[in-house]
T-cell receptor, first 114, second 111 residues
Framework: DTAVSQTPKYLVTQMGNDKSIKCEQN?????MYWYKQDSKKFLKIMFS???????INETVPNRFSPKSPDKAHLNLHINSLELGDSAVYFC?????????????FGPGTRLTVL | KNEVEQSPQNLTAQEGEFITINCSYS?????LHWLQQHPGGGIVSLFM???GKKKHGRLIATINIQEKHSSLHITASHPRDSAVYIC?????????????FGKGTRLSVIA
């Protein structure tokens, strides 16, 4: 019954590899986000999708490519991984209307690039 | 300078103490969130405020829109309240702009 789920929870990989992180929400929300939390625990927006369309793309290297096959899923694909990509990545979702913008977070994916 | 500033950065309290964490922001906002991140890493939304005050159990959140300031209070603190508390704002734009986060306040409550 998890509202926002991410897989995998931990990801350890070598520099230069390509990897994906998956996110799914079963809340019926129409907006999904990817946030990055660095080693100093600071959270920052990477991408925002509304109804499968990209609406926010912050200054993120184009090695990061989000893909939204449907409203319930927002996956993050990372090419040519670098040491600096090591962080915890959080997916979140929210909806318009009601408690506008209240965001529900996934459990996070800890990515370690060696 | 970050658009969202929290104080203090670190806070150690004895069990039972009344705790206040402050958040100031510099942009116009449509809502302010207080989030809790436990040592295990998961993030939980505690409150979303656009005005006034909200209370949930031992937690109280207030916001002063004119002063661009919010506080999170914990009454009768307990060791299980130990976590990082993060203030985040939704800049005034449209309904679902992403959040801008403060750097968090690390709270340790000692028994």
């Amino acid at each position: 019954d998890t509202a926002v789920s991410q897989t995998p929870k931990y990801l350890v990989t070598q520099m230069g590899n390509d990897k994906s992180i998956k996110c799914e929400q079963n809340l019926g929300h129409d907006t999904m986000y990817w946030y990055k939390q660095d080693s100093k625990k600071f959270l920052k927006i990477m991408f925002s999708y509304n109804n499968k369309e990209l609406i926010i793309n912050e200054t993120v290297p184009n090695r990061f490519s989000p893909k939204s096959p449907d409203k319930a899923h927002l996956n993050l694909h990372i090419n040519s991984l670098e040491l600096g990509d090591s962080a915890v990545y959080f997916c979140a979702s929210s909806r318009i209307g009601g408690e506008v913008g209240e965001q529900f977070f996934g459990p996070g994916t800890r990515l370690t690039v060696l | 300078k970050n658009e969202v500033e929290q104080s203090p950065q670190n806070l150690t309290a004895q069990e039972g103490e009344f705790i206040t964490i402050n958040c100031s922001y510099s942009v116009g906002i449509s809502a302010l969130h207080w989030l809790q991140q436990h040592p295990g890493g998961g993030i939980v939304s505690l409150f979303m405020l656009s005005s006034g005050k909200k209370k949930h159990g031992r937690l109280i959140a207030t916001i002063n829109i004119q002063e661009k300031h919010s506080s999170l209070h914990i009454t009768a603190s307990h060791p299980r309240d130990s976590a990082v508390y993060i203030c985040a704002v939704r800049p005034w734009n449209s309904g679902n702009t992403p959040l801008v986060f403060g750097k968090g306040t690390r709270l340790s409550v000692i028994a």
